[in-house]
């Protein structure tokens, strides 16, 4: 009897097992199925004039040639040229409807053209394909992040990313390009975890290229997947030279450099020194001061494999998001790098909350711009109907009150998630599981061996 009843437990085993893994999947497909016919509702009903200005320098470059015409951020201009080649056939009389002063800097589309583009016949499907790569990303993404860390953790952290409020607005909403630059980010790491540390330290400068982000975490990825300074310093020069080259190459072509002009007219550059503090007649930037410090820290510690690049990698972004004024689709670059640590500690997921609460209540900043107006493809009529969030915070509160409280309330609860995820890091929690093949995160070598 002994026996046949611990062979009835053996075969249970295998039978809850697999009863588990079917309520997995059955949740990660949930949360698919959930994220997607959200973002189908949104693409042809949400717009802002961003993705209407990156698509008429499209327009331009395929109509007339003008494929360099745009110096500012030459990579992600080029992806979007050659899918508004693949999307112009499904557009019909698509000819008149886009900018011709996007490409122009301090200019951009103007308020006529912008409704004329709302009145476009096909505007739904218009809406739809501008924000199809959007909506492959944010896709790839998801799954990326779940080829990152333990099968168990997979179900939340999908859920974490491809629900998240900040990424479907950012996305979706305002319909924003950043996700095919955390697809770069992600895909490196992935990359890094396999043994293909150079490939993804390419990725990952082209990532940089395409937005500024990643670039702050270049000197992480460097140190996190080397096995000895010295190839730290190989990588460091293959980086740099894989920027030369680029900038000089446009810099021929064009005669403009697309660093340059970056750093010459982009307000957003201006953005990381923009917050300073007064030392007797100087002011000095707490952005640059805090990555240093930051940087220094992570260093001097115990810092190689993809939890120490996680850790780091998140702690910068949030950093970035917490100490520079930004505008609303920045703070997308505060989930990607923190979400597999947001799987590990409930805490973190209720500070992310909350950070997403005084998101949505800081753009009431930018008024409709950013909030009511972007449901214009609904109908003008309904959306000058709704009130001005600007104006009805301003009618509970003075300006100068409730937007200092939120700004600094935001910065808190973000740089207080930086901490914690050091903090767990620096506990030994693994955010990185060994999901999707060799993990690529080795012992760290003896220095004098490896030189």
């Excluded at 990326?144 to 996305?171: D, K, M, Q």
């Excluded at 109907?385 to 509970?396: F, G, K, S, T, W």
């Amino acid at each position: 009897m002994r026996t046949i009843a611990r062979e009835r437990r053996q075969r249970a085993i295998p039978e809850h097992a697999q009863a588990a893994a079917g309520r997995e999947a059955a949740l990660v497909a949930a949360i698919w199925v959930a994220g997607l016919l959200v973002r189908l509702a949104l693409m042809p009903a949400t717009f802002h004039s961003d993705l209407y200005q990156i698509y008429s320098r499209a327009n331009d470059a395929v109509t007339h040639g003008a494929w360099l015409s745009w110096s500012g951020q030459v990579i992600i201009q080029q992806v979007h040229n050659l899918w508004f080649l693949v999307i112009e056939r499904w557009l019909p009389d698509n000819s008149a409807i886009w900018s011709s002063y996007s490409g122009v800097a301090g200019i951009g589309a103007q308020p006529s053209e912008l409704e004329r583009f709302l009145s476009y016949a096909y505007l739904g499907r218009a809406l739809f394909l501008m924000k199809l790569p959007y909506l492959v990303a944010d896709l790839v993404n998801g799954w990326l992040l779940t080829r990152l860390v333990e099968p168990r953790w997979r179900a939340r952290v999908l859920a974490l990313w491809w629900l998240n409020p900040l990424v479907i607005y950012t996305s979706m909403m305002f319909g924003r390009h950043d996700s095919l630059s955390i697809v770069a980010v992600l895909a490196a790491i992935v990359l890094a975890r396999r043994g293909a540390r150079l490939a993804g330290l390419i990725l990952l400068g082209l990532g940089g290229l395409a937005r500024f982000f990643p670039v702050f975490a270049l000197p992480f990825y460097i140190a996190a997947y080397r096995r000895s300074w010295r190839q730290a310093l190989l990588l460091a020069g293959v980086i740099a030279t894989l920027w030369l080259c680029l900038d000089l190459t446009v810099l021929g072509l064009t005669g403009q450099s697309p660093t340059l002009t970056l750093l010459g007219r982009y307000p957003h550059v201006r953005y990381l020194i923009s917050l300073a503090l007064p030392v007797g007649d100087e002011m000095v930037p707490l952005l640059p001061m805090g990555y240093a410090l930051l940087l220094l820290w992570w260093l001097n510690r115990p810092n190689q494999g993809t939890d120490a690049f996680l850790a780091g990698g998140a702690a910068t972004m949030l950093l970035l998001i917490a100490l520079m004024p930004f505008n609303p689709q920045y703070a997308i670059w505060a989930v990607p790098l923190l979400v597999p640590w947001l799987a590990l500690d409930s805490r973190l997921i209720l500070a992310h909350a909350a950070q997403i609460a005084l998101y949505v209540v800081w753009l009431a900043r930018w008024g409709s711009n950013v909030t009511w107006d972007l449901f214009q493809p609904l109908g003008k009529d309904l959306v000058e109907r709704l009130p001005d969030p600007q104006l009805v915070a301003a009618a509970l509160l003075p300006t100068e009150v409730w937007q200092p409280v939120v700004r600094g309330l935001f910065a808190a609860v973000t740089l207080w998630l930086a901490w914690r995820v050091l903090v767990l890091w620096r506990a030994g929690m693994p955010a990185a599981g060994a999901a999707g093949g060799g993990t690529g995160d080795h012992a760290p070598v003896n220095e004098e061996q490896a030189c």
